[in-house]
């Protein structure tokens, strides 16, 4: 049964390069992390509330819907962004993307989620790569952002960057 996770993504060059083209990189010491995300998953992208540099205009949202469409493995030339190293990495088949800052604001939702037993302290587990969650979690998230979703193709162009 595939599991879902929710990817997270605290860089707007990073996120740009992920929708673009369709993969995935994750930083080296996160074994555990690539190691419970296998090729036919579930995958809400989402970007952290300084994904575009502007923590206080921006939200934390979940702005995609994937799959995981490769086993994740070691990259054979790592993806460098800024200072970080990526040296493992899957391909994922993105099915849609909210429009440029917008998608499901999740700290409206921590409450209804048992992925963050703490709701008051929900952004300590942001702290990662990648959240597996609970199937019911995931319902109620992929519920919130399927009225938001558009086809890939007429919304990628406005995650590029540079533009």
């Not at 088949?93 to 917008?102: I, Q, S």
């Not at 919304?155 to 540079?162: K, N």
Request: with cysteine; hydrophobic share 40%.
């Amino acid at each position: 049964m595939p599991t879902t996770h929710l990817v997270i993504i605290s860089d707007r060059t990073a996120l740009s390069w992920v929708l673009t083209e369709q993969r995935m990189a994750f930083p080296p010491g996160r074994a555990r992390a690539t190691q419970a995300i296998a090729e036919g998953d579930e995958v809400l992208l989402y970007s952290t509330r300084g994904c575009f540099g502007n923590p206080t205009r921006d939200l934390g949202r979940i702005i995609g819907h994937a799959t995981v469409s490769s086993p994740v493995r070691s990259l054979a030339d790592p993806v460098v962004f800024g200072e970080r190293s990526f040296t493992e990495g899957c391909e994922l088949t993105v099915h849609g993307l909210a429009p440029f800052r917008e998608g499901v604001a999740l700290r409206d939702h921590v409450d209804r989620l048992t992925v963050f037993p703490e709701p008051k302290h929900w952004s300590v587990r942001m702290r990662r790569a990648s959240l597996s969650l609970p199937a019911a979690d995931a319902d109620v998230l992929r519920d919130e952002l399927r009225p938001l979703l558009k086809p890939y193709e007429g919304v990628v162009e406005a995650y590029r960057w540079p533009r």
